[in-house]
């Protein structure tokens, strides 16, 4: 995403006016700049609250909480790489250069770039394993699966982290530091860079395969939920509501994912298609949407800080064990004062 906005902001340099067209700019800016930290900071408690809570004695087993806690991983790295990006780009806005990247070096700036996307992947990526176990669960429940197992869901994570991370090895080669002292890709791999980045990475593996498979595996989920919610007999209700209060709320993480990212990217590959088509004559365009795409970032966090308000508001064993990690932590606490307090007494009972 910030490779698009450096990209695109080239195109303004070339006009004299840029300046006065900047200040039209900075009301989305300023927003971004002022809401970031506050999504960063929440979504960060609250991812390491449910990874806690999604190792605990009663959830570990489950396959699903090996992707949330994945999920709670590498959403947390997201939002600090975003938070970083956040911090250098102020300091461009107030000065000629920000203070993170200026003092970057080649491998410095492949080693952050490569992690910042795969870390976006990842996120995208292990909501479609969510939505693919959820498939399994709810149209063959009887039928034991790899990836519906502890070990068969660790074993996917590593597959999907090491697929991402091929992916993305184009980085490792073409990014480096540039003589504006920032990182981008060097003038000879410019515009195969340019493509690899929109085309492959942005548009194909970011946007219309994860969007694909989670649609269609909700979409499968819903129509199988409805379809056998009245043919269930009474023996099996518990069991089968069971399965569908945590279906529904991994339902809601995956939704909440495509609702969040999906103006995000409709309006990057918007404003990139009228840049590859209209060339500097597409300046007045980015002029009118940039601050709308600053808007656009901002809403994208929330997929990244939201699925601990999720899984309170849908997850009623996540509630439960949330609970218990706060009352064991007050009856571990009171059980110490206790004890100090009888090893006073004896004391004093000894003088």
Not at 20 to 38: C, Q
Not at 129 to 151: D, N, Q, T, W
């Amino acid at each position: 995403m910030a490779y698009l906005k450096l990209q695109y902001s080239h195109l303004l340099w070339s006009f004299t006016d840029f300046e006065n067209a900047a200040e039209t700019l900075k009301w989305g800016f300023w927003l971004k700049t002022v809401l970031t930290p506050i999504i960063v900071f929440a979504g960060i408690i609250g991812n390491i609250l449910s990874f806690v809570v999604m190792k605990s004695k009663a959830l570990r087993h489950k396959s699903y909480s090996q992707y949330l806690c994945a999920l709670a991983v590498f959403d947390t790295l997201t939002l600090i790489i975003r938070q970083i990006r956040s911090i250098d780009e102020y300091f461009q806005q107030n000065s000629s250069s920000g203070v993170i990247f200026h003092n970057f070096d080649d491998i410095g700036c492949k080693i952050f770039n490569f992690a910042e996307h795969i870390c976006y992947l990842m996120s995208s990526w292990l909501i479609v394993l969510m939505a693919l176990e959820r498939l399994i669960a709810v149209c063959m429940p009887f039928k034991k699966f790899l990836i519906r197992r502890r070990s068969g869901a660790t074993l996917a994570i590593i597959v999907l982290f090491v697929s991402m991370s091929l992916s993305q090895a184009f980085r490792l080669v073409m990014v480096e530091q540039l003589e504006s002292r920032n990182c981008g890709a060097s003038d000879s791999f410019i515009e195969l860079y340019s493509n690899l980045h929109i085309y492959f990475y942005h548009m194909t593996l970011t946007f219309i395969l994860p969007v694909t498979f989670v649609l269609v595996c909700n979409g499968l989920v819903l129509y199988q939920i409805f379809k056998i919610r009245h043919e269930i007999n009474s023996r099996h209700h518990r069991a089968m509501r069971k399965t569908h209060r945590t279906t529904s709320m991994l339902l809601t993480v995956s939704f909440t994912y495509l609702g969040t990212l999906l103006p995000l990217l409709t309006l990057s590959l918007t404003l990139d298609m009228i840049v590859k088509a209209r060339g500097p004559d597409a300046y007045p365009f980015y002029v009118a949407l940039s601050p709308y795409l600053d808007i656009a970032i901002v809403v994208s966090l929330i997929n990244y800080a939201a699925n601990f308000l999720i899984y309170i508001l849908s997850g009623k064993n996540f509630r439960y064990e949330l609970k218990k990690c706060f009352c064991r932590q007050r009856t571990s606490m009171r059980s110490v004062t206790v004890r100090n307090s009888k090893e006073t007494k004896e004391e004093i009972i000894r003088l």
